[in-house]
């Protein structure tokens, strides 16, 4: 099953170097993101499935998508368990 994600509606971000980091006005709480999981967040800024960012970031970073696919669906689900990104939809919808 295909899941579609993007950001959280509450997720504010700011861009320092080559790292971002995520706050939330509802939450005390900010993550920083490496420059890899950056270039995941900045995809999200529309929703997007989850293949087609493995896809994209395999391709960019010129690695396999068995190799890269795990690493993408931990992350995706770590920033969805921590508030900053949501799942929007399914394959099914």
């Known amino acids: 099953m295909t899941l579609w994600y993007q950001r959280a509606s509450g997720a504010l971000h700011r861009t320092v170097g080559l790292e971002a980091i995520l706050a939330s006005v509802d939450h005390d709480r900010f993550d920083l993101l490496s420059e890899t999981a950056q270039e995941l967040w900045r995809r999200l800024e529309e929703p997007q499935p989850d293949d087609e960012l493995v896809e994209g970031l395999a391709k960019d970073y010129g690695e396999?998508?068995?190799?890269?696919?795990?690493?993408?669906?931990?992350?995706?689900?770590?920033?969805?368990?921590?508030?900053?990104?949501?799942?929007?939809?399914?394959?099914?919808?």
């Open 64 to 93: 396999p998508v068995e190799r890269i696919a795990p690493q993408v669906r931990a992350l995706l689900d770590e920033l969805t368990r921590r508030g900053w990104v949501e799942v929007v939809g399914d394959g099914d919808d």
